[in-house]
């Protein structure tokens, strides 16, 4: 019976050194190492996996050897010396198996993470790029999409599955548009080969990028991190949560438009009691208030003989929330969510002469609902447009009652450390030339935090790599959200002085993008300008061209002198500008209240002086303070935006 006892003991033993100690039989490596693969130039190069205990790894590559043994952990680290740009190349790793990578590229690797903004890739936006994608012949760019993965327990040792693809005009669709654009600009100016490892999650706060160590200064996140460790706790809020979602979903349908004899989309349905709507804009802005639920929208319209019986394009600008799409009885499309941009494609069978039924049910669940002002609705086929905007009819199909309290589960990827274990730190060991950042969104609603958090995740971060100085670009945060022509408070505006305050940690940059942004969409279409400023950053901080400007001009000082007030600048490049050649607007001016009032601003050389008779002792200048402060003009010559700024800190 003992040695039974002894037994089990020992077989329960050596299952728990196996589970904390993997057992491989032959050599494996990380996902981020394979075909295709851009290694740094000018850089000591690591290449690790995992082994058999002991087991000695010898690596051969463009002419240079390395060679490792395994630790009892089952892992293994090789070093590589420092190689030129170039290839591409092979490389051979051999222990108790043999391993071929091919077609390996040396030149500089980019690390690109945030949240949707990096995230959206070129076929998001195939409309205005569509002569970029077409056109895209760059087989020495080279992306890494890492898809999104979450770990609340600790770093994992491996990302997901992923996969090196060059810039084609089938893969170039994969990439981030804000990134492709950023390395074909550095490649076409140096035609060194450009990796770029993206990785970025739409919707996602900061402190989810950040490693334990690097929250140590924000005692909240370390706590929820505690918390999050609880696997039994983090499943019982999940189950709750998902019970209660799984309780409504069984509710039976009670759109009147879908249980009816005739649905409402239906050829063979007579529409009664509907209302006239204007299309694109908001229900509750027409006279109904504070409805969630399910809106009806009809509409005929006259096609022409040429337009019909070929494949079209439909463009329904965006809509909250979510929308199916009926034309003449036939489901045509449908999207589950607010943020992309309608454009379905129409078979050759779907319009036909004459008389056409459009029917769209639209479903929203919180805020305003209905169709996005300000966004394309035409229905284009054989070089030809139908316009879309205009006078339907809409009926209410059903009203959602207010939803009771229902628990809250934990969704993972907004948790602190869950993005950064998961697909950052199985990365900290390939070798990079830099970083671009393009986030904020998700912080908004606590700049003042933001101030140090993004400092404190460049510090994380160069820890990490244990590369003190790596060079990080990010994105400052454009206009967002609707014109407010009075001078007020903003979040947005308290992100963008984050930003800016961050140029103070040594050997960052910040694209300025002020007017890049769209007042309703929170995606705004214009990547390639961010990235090419990013680009610009780089050319500067990184490339070495220390005469190029980069920036627009930086708030550097005020001077008060009577009732004026005199701001300097860094980055005024060829000289300052009001790139519209009209007043300079968008600067506020205030007296020790902080009462601020619109004030006049003139350019005198490399300052702008700014007053206002309302404000005889002047001490508070502000420039673009606001969400949106659409037509902002203060540029340098260069064609490059000021950032906004205040001087009352």
């Known amino acids: 019976m003992k040695l039974q006892l002894r037994s089990v003991s020992f077989l329960i033993l050596l299952c728990a050194f196996c589970y904390a100690f993997p057992s491989y039989s032959d050599v494996k490596l990380p996902h981020l190492i394979q075909d295709g693969m851009v290694l740094q ?97 760059y087989p020495q760019i080279r992306h890494f999409w890492i898809p999104t993965t979450t770990n609340l327990q600790g770093p994992a040792q491996d990302l997901p599955p992923g996969t090196w693809k060059s810039a084609n005009p089938q893969d170039v669709n994969q990439f981030s548009a804000v990134a492709y654009f950023f390395a074909r600009k550095l490649y076409t100016q140096y035609h060194i080969p450009i990796g770029l490892i993206n990785a970025s999650v739409g919707g996602t706060p900061i402190e989810a990028w950040m490693s334990e160590e690097g929250l140590q200064e924000f005692p909240d ?50 529409p009664k009691g509907w209302q006239n709507i204007n299309v694109p804009g908001y229900w509750e802005d027409q006279g109904i208030k504070d409805l969630n639920g399910a809106v009806w929208y009809r509409r005929e319209i006259e096609v022409p003989a040429t337009m019909a019986g070929v494949p079209a394009k439909m463009f329904l600008g965006r809509i909250v929330d979510a929308d199916e799409v009926y034309i003449n009885g036939k489901k045509v499309g449908n999207t589950t969510y607010q943020y992309p941009q309608r454009r379905y494609s129409l078979a050759a069978d779907v319009l036909k002469p004459g008389k056409n039924t459009l029917v769209v049910r639209v479903l929203n669940n919180g805020g305003k609902g209905g169709f996005v002002p300000d966004k394309p609705y035409f229905i284009e086929a054989n070089g ?14 059903e009203v959602y009652m207010p939803a009771s309290a229902a628990p809250a589960g934990i969704n993972a990827q907004n948790q602190p450390t869950a993005l950064y274990n998961a697909m950052v730190a199985p990365a900290t060991n390939f070798t990079i030339k830099g970083i671009l950042w393009y986030q904020g969104e998700s912080n908004s609603g606590n700049p003042t935090a933001y101030k140090r958090l993004l400092p404190a995740l460049i510090n994380d971060w160069r820890g990490k790599w244990q590369q003190d100085n790596i060079p990080f670009l990010y994105v400052q945060l454009p206009n967002f959200m609707e014109v407010n022509y009075l001078p007020a408070e903003s979040n947005w505006a308290l992100m963008r002085e984050a ?11 910040m694209a300025v993008t002020i007017e890049l942004g769209e007042w309703n969409d929170i995606h705004p279409d214009n990547k ?42 860094t980055n005024t490049g060829s000289g300052l500008t009001a790139i519209d050649e009209e007043e300079l607007s968008w600067f506020a001016i205030a007296g020790e209240d902080k009462e601020f ?11 702008v002086v700014v007053w206002s008779e309302q404000v005889p002792q002047p001490k508070y200048v502000r420039y673009a303070w606001a969400d949106n402060p659409y ?15 205040r001087t009352d800190q």
């Open 41 to 137: 130039r000018d850089a000591k190069l690591k290449v690790w996996g995992w082994a058999s205990p002991g087991e000695k790894v010898s690596i051969n590559f463009n002419g240079k050897k390395a060679s490792a043994t395994t630790g009892a952990d089952g892992k293994w680290l090789a070093v590589l010396p420092a190689m030129k740009a170039g290839g591409p190349y092979t490389m051979m790793l051999k222990g108790n198996n043999t391993i071929t990578l091919k077609d390996i590229l040396i030149g500089d690797v980019w690390l690109c993470s945030g949240q949707s903004n990096m995230v959206h890739q070129m076929a998001l936006h195939n409309i205005t790029y569509a002569e970029d994608i077409a056109n895209a012949d």
């Open 221 to 270: 996140a370390l706590a929820t991190i505690d918390k999050n460790r609880d696997t039994s706790y983090v499943n019982s809020l999940n189950r709750k949560a998902l019970a209660a979602a799984e309780k409504n979903r069984q509710k039976p349908e009670q759109d009147k438009g879908l249980t009816g004899d005739v649905k409402w989309y239906d050829m063979a349905y007579v």
């Open 384 to 397: 030809q447009t139908l316009d879309l905007k205009g006078t339907w009819q809409y009926k209410v199909g």
């Open 499 to 509: 930003a800016l305050q961050t140029l103070s940690v040594p050997n960052t940059a």
């Open 528 to 569: 390639k300008d961010v990235g090419e400023r990013l680009a610009l950053a780089a050319q500067k901080l990184v490339y070495g061209e220390k005469n190029l400007v980069s920036s627009g001009p930086l708030y550097k000082s005020a001077t008060v002198t009577g009732d004026k007030i005199s701001i300097s600048f």
């Open 597 to 607: 009032v619109w004030a006049k601003a003139k350019i005198e050389g490399d300052k």
């Open 631 to 645: 037509g902002a003009n203060l540029y340098n010559k260069e064609g490059l935006p000021a950032s906004p700024f």
